[in-house]
Nanobody, 126 residues
Framework: QVQLVESGGGLVQPGGSLRLSCAAS????????IGWFRQAPGKEREGVAC????????YYADSVKGRFTISRDKPKRTVYLQINSLKPEDTAAYYC???????????????????WGQGTQVTVSS
């Protein structure tokens, strides 16, 4: 069955970097869109980055453009989220999700995803 397992979160100082990993199994990455989402306590879930299965196009929320980079390693069946220049407001639980739908530029919308990982916590604090 479809399974997503996130890792790489932790406590980091402002300005630092992290690379989150999403290990995928049970489906073909070539045909599934992958998104990264985050949710902070008391806030709504936010789509931060996604990658299209169709052509590998990537999309980012305005709040993270220039700092976050999504990528996928098909042989390793892993999708990464590189996070640079971390800010305290980036503190949240980060989740990866997938869907067999070709969402294109709408892939930041969490409601369109069928499968979710358990999340990894990112805390940015000095």
């Amino acid at each position: 069955q479809v399974q997503l397992v996130e890792s790489g979160g932790g406590l980091v100082q402002p300005g630092g970097s992290l690379r989150l990993s999403c290990a995928a199994s049970g489906f073909n990455l070539d045909f599934y869109d992958i998104g990264w989402f985050r949710q902070a306590p008391g806030k709504e879930r936010e789509g931060v980055a996604c990658i299209s299965s169709n052509d590998g196009s990537t999309y980012y929320a305005d709040s993270v453009k220039g700092r976050f980079t999504i990528s996928r390693d098909k042989p390793k069946r892993t999708v990464y989220l590189q996070i640079n220049s971390l800010k305290p407001e980036d503190t949240a639980a980060y989740y990866c999700a997938t869907t067999p739908s070709d969402l294109g530029s709408t892939c930041l919308h969490g409601g369109d995803y069928n499968y979710w990982g358990q999340g990894t916590q990112v805390t940015v604090s000095s």
